[in-house]
């Protein structure tokens, strides 16, 4: 064979191989743990019933989990192992008295899980699912109602539902339990008529308890009116003592809060005297301090004043006064220097021409006297004239003092007046006004000239001149 034919024979074998592998795969077949997997076929087996009887039976079951299934050999099916609710309604069923009524009740029922159960419900409903599994269990539960209604009254029935549920349930167990399956629980939910039957049941006691319901409200709203007056008495008492405490209390309050005030505007009365007396001691305190104050600058101020007039005095005599003693020794010296520069050009003019005749020397004899008369006059006139510019001289420089004296005050920026601003401003102009008074006694006392006498001098002899012409 060749190659390609081995490839080929090896893929077949390989699929095949795959192909059993998974049919083997889909034989191994599970359930959950609400199901029950019945295996038929293969080799019987024999069991046991509950009440000793053995036989052999063609199938085999597991409860949840998962088995394998032989191919071709055995079949498995599952039968529901849950629990179902079925809703019974009996819409018309005679009761023991013969009344119609409507019943409607619920149930859960499931298969036991028990061998011998899961057997008899296999051999029953395999195959039918669970929804043959309800029809017949509900037909059996709707049958065992009416069986229970018809040996019950209606009033058995409205007050004893339980005693019905049990009944239905005894009566249903056995077909049950030959099915393999039980009732877990079933009630009675609702049971009506159409005549009012059971309306009508319920009006006597409606009508007593009504009756019942207004006697004990009756009885409650008297016990509640008692309880209620016997609580405002009381209330009222209550409500008497304490306003009558409060008034008291309030009394006493009143009282205390009167005395406290008396004793509050006591004190009070006390402590502004005090104040009073304090605060006029701290006033008279503070003029006596503001008139120590105005003493001490009184006395500076007079320091201050003292030291100004001295400071004037010494720029006085050394400005005005030994400038003018310096003027006045120079115009004298200058009056000598005069008188010696003419004698002396006379005598060298003598002694020149000397040489000259007795005329000419009488000629200059003459007119020498006459030269030294003159300077003579000059002389006197200027002595005179150097007394009277002096005293010009002094009058020119008065304005130029009293500038001096007053020139400080503009060189001050400012000026703190303690006191009245008024007198202080005054008194300032005044002590301005008293240096420039004290100038020609200044004056006189440096340098003996009388400045007012010269002036008095003065307008006596223009008066005389202006008489005179």
């Given at each position: 064979?060749?190659?390609?034919?081995?490839?080929?024979?090896?893929?077949?074998?390989?699929?095949?191989?795959?192909?059993?592998?998974?049919?083997?795969?889909?034989?191994?077949?599970?359930?959950?743990?609400?199901?029950?997997?019945?295996?038929?076929?293969?080799?019987?087996?024999?069991?046991?019933?509950?009440?000793?009887?053995?036989?052999?039976?063609?199938?085999?079951?597991?409860?949840?989990?998962?088995?394998?299934?032989?191919?071709?050999?055995?079949?498995?099916?599952?039968?529901?192992?849950?629990?179902?609710?079925?809703?019974?309604?009996?819409?018309?069923?005679?009761?023991?008295?013969?009344?119609?009524?409507?019943?409607?009740?619920?149930?859960?029922?499931?298969?036991?899980?028990?061998?011998?159960?899961?057997?008899?419900?296999?051999?029953?409903?395999?195959?039918?699912?669970?929804?043959?599994?309800?029809?017949?269990?509900?037909?059996?539960?709707?049958?065992?109602?009416?069986?229970?209604?018809?040996?019950?009254?209606?009033?058995?029935?409205?007050?004893?539902?339980?005693?019905?549920?049990?009944?239905?349930?005894?009566?249903?167990?056995?077909?049950?339990?030959?099915?393999?399956?039980?009732?877990?629980?079933?009630?009675?939910?609702?049971?009506?008529?159409?005549?009012?039957?059971?309306?009508?049941?319920?009006?006597?006691?409606?009508?007593?308890?009504?009756?019942?319901?207004?006697i004990a409200q009756a009885e409650a709203n008297k016990e509640a009116a008692i309880k209620a007056a016997q609580a405002r008495k009381e209330g009222d008492i209550a409500k008497f003592q304490a306003e009558t405490e409060v008034a008291r209390a309030g009394k006493e309050y009143e009282v205390q809060r009167a005395s406290f005030q008396a004793d509050i505007s006591q004190k009070r009365a006390l402590a502004d005297s005090a104040y009073d007396l304090e605060r006029l001691r701290i006033a008279q305190e503070i003029?006596?301090?503001?008139?120590?104050?105005?003493?001490?600058?009184?006395?500076?101020?007079?320091?201050?004043?003292?030291?100004?007039?001295?400071?004037?005095?010494?720029?006085?005599?050394?400005?005005?006064?030994?400038?003018?003693?310096?003027?006045?020794?120079?115009?004298?010296?200058?009056?000598?220097?005069?008188?010696?520069?003419?004698?002396?050009?006379?005598?060298?003019?003598?002694?020149?021409?000397?040489?000259?005749?007795?005329?000419?020397?009488?000629?200059?004899?003459?007119?020498?006297?006459?030269?030294?008369?003159?300077?003579?006059?000059?002389?006197?006139?200027?002595?005179?004239?150097?007394?009277?510019?002096?005293?010009?001289?002094?009058?020119?420089?008065?304005?130029?003092?009293?500038?001096?004296?007053?020139?400080?005050?503009?060189?001050?920026?400012?000026?703190?007046?303690?006191?009245?601003?008024?007198?202080?401003?005054?008194?300032?102009?005044?002590?301005?006004?008293?240096?420039?008074?004290?100038?020609?006694?200044?004056?006189?006392?440096?340098?003996?000239?009388?400045?007012?006498?010269?002036?008095?001098?003065?307008?006596?002899?223009?008066?005389?001149?202006?008489?005179?012409?």
């Amino acid at each position: 064979m060749s190659l390609v034919s081995w490839v080929i024979v090896v893929a077949a074998l390989v699929v095949l191989f795959a192909l059993f592998i998974l049919s083997l795969a889909k034989q191994y077949r599970k359930v959950g743990p609400n199901e029950v997997l019945v295996i038929s076929g293969g080799r019987k087996r024999t069991v046991t019933d509950p009440d000793g009887t053995r036989h052999k039976i063609g199938y085999r079951m597991h409860v949840g989990g998962g088995t394998f299934v032989l191919p071709f050999v055995e079949k498995a099916e599952v039968l529901p192992l849950e629990v179902f609710t079925l809703n019974m309604d009996i819409p018309e069923s005679l009761t023991a008295k013969g009344v119609i009524i409507r019943a409607v009740g619920q149930a859960q029922v499931k298969v036991k899980s028990d061998d011998y159960s899961v057997r008899l419900a296999a051999e029953q409903f395999l195959g039918k699912g669970l929804a043959g599994m309800k029809d017949i269990a509900q037909q059996i539960l709707e049958g065992s109602m009416r069986a229970v209604l018809g040996s019950m009254t209606v009033e058995q029935i409205y007050q004893n539902r339980d005693e019905f549920a049990e009944m239905v349930t005894k009566s249903a167990r056995k077909a049950f339990d030959s099915m393999g399956m039980t009732i877990l629980s079933f009630a009675l939910r609702e049971i009506s008529d159409s005549v009012g039957y059971i309306e009508s049941l319920g009006k006597p006691h409606i009508a007593r308890a009504k009756s019942e319901a207004e006697i004990a409200q009756a009885e409650a709203n008297k016990e509640a009116a008692i309880k209620a007056a016997q609580a405002r008495k009381e209330g009222d008492i209550a409500k008497f003592q304490a306003e009558t405490e409060v008034a008291r209390a309030g009394k006493e309050y009143e009282v205390q809060r009167a005395s406290f005030q008396a004793d509050i505007s006591q004190k009070r009365a006390l402590a502004d005297s005090a104040y009073d007396l304090e605060r006029l001691r701290i006033a008279q305190e503070i003029k006596k301090q503001e008139y120590q104050l105005k003493q001490i600058e009184k006395t500076e101020a007079i320091k201050v004043e003292d030291l100004e007039i001295a400071r004037k005095d010494k720029e006085l005599q050394a400005t005005v006064i030994k400038v003018a003693e310096a003027m006045n020794k120079q115009s004298r010296i200058e009056t000598d220097a005069e008188a010696y520069k003419l004698e002396t050009l006379f005598k060298g003019k003598m002694a020149g021409k000397r040489s000259e005749g007795m005329i000419e020397a009488e000629l200059i004899k003459a007119k020498g006297e006459s030269e030294a008369e003159a300077i003579a006059k000059k002389a006197a006139a200027m002595a005179s004239y150097n007394q009277a510019a002096l005293y010009q001289m002094y009058i020119e420089a008065l304005p130029q003092i009293a500038r001096a004296v007053s020139e400080p005050l503009s060189k001050v920026d400012k000026i703190v007046m303690v006191g009245n601003s008024g007198d202080g401003a005054s008194k300032i102009t005044g002590q301005v006004a008293s240096v420039l008074a004290q100038l020609p006694a200044v004056i006189e006392s440096l340098s003996g000239v009388d400045i007012k006498e010269f002036l008095k001098n003065l307008a006596q002899k223009s008066s005389a001149d202006k008489t005179d012409k």
